[in-house]
């Protein structure tokens, strides 16, 4: 009987590691999500460097009235600039996980939001995030939005 026991003991041990590391890998990937809003919102560059990576993908899920879907594209460097023109506090995004998921290397990072500038609501929408762990850090790799005034989630 010991044995079998011996054997539980060993797979439990297991099963109670892993999930430790896939919650500290999912604590770590909303830490640089959160990081990026924080950058944003204290116009800090140095921060938003150290998130995002560098050939990151930036894109907007553009619907014009006529119906015709479009993605608009912008570049890490005018991202990067945008903030660090912006006043602290002006640009305030607020989200909410709604999923995040990690397999390796890899994660990805679902989350609805509002966005405040200067304190006056301006839209909301979805955050789509891709995530690459590398030399041991998250960064985020693509981002896509969508934006509306109305119609928020939450």
Known sequence: MKPVKSFFAICSFILISSYGIAQSQDA????T???????MRSSDTNLLKQVVASDAILQTVVSPSNGATDIRLQTVASFIEA??????????????????????SL?????????????????????SFQLVLKEGAWKIQHIIDTRRKDNCIW
Do not use: L, Q
Not at 28 to 31: F, G, N, P, S
Not at 83 to 104: L, N, S, Y
Not at 107 to 127: E, I, L, P, Q
């Open 33 to 39: 999500v959160e990081k990026m809003f924080e950058a």
């Open 107 to 127: 994660a990805s990072v679902w989350t609805s939001y509002r966005f405040y500038y200067k304190g006056n609501f301006s839209h909301c929408g979805v955050n």
């Open 28 to 31: 770590a990937v909303r830490i």
């Open 83 to 104: 903030v660090g023109k912006g006043t602290p506090g002006d640009a305030d995004e607020r989200i909410r996980f709604e999923a995040v998921h990690v397999d390796g």
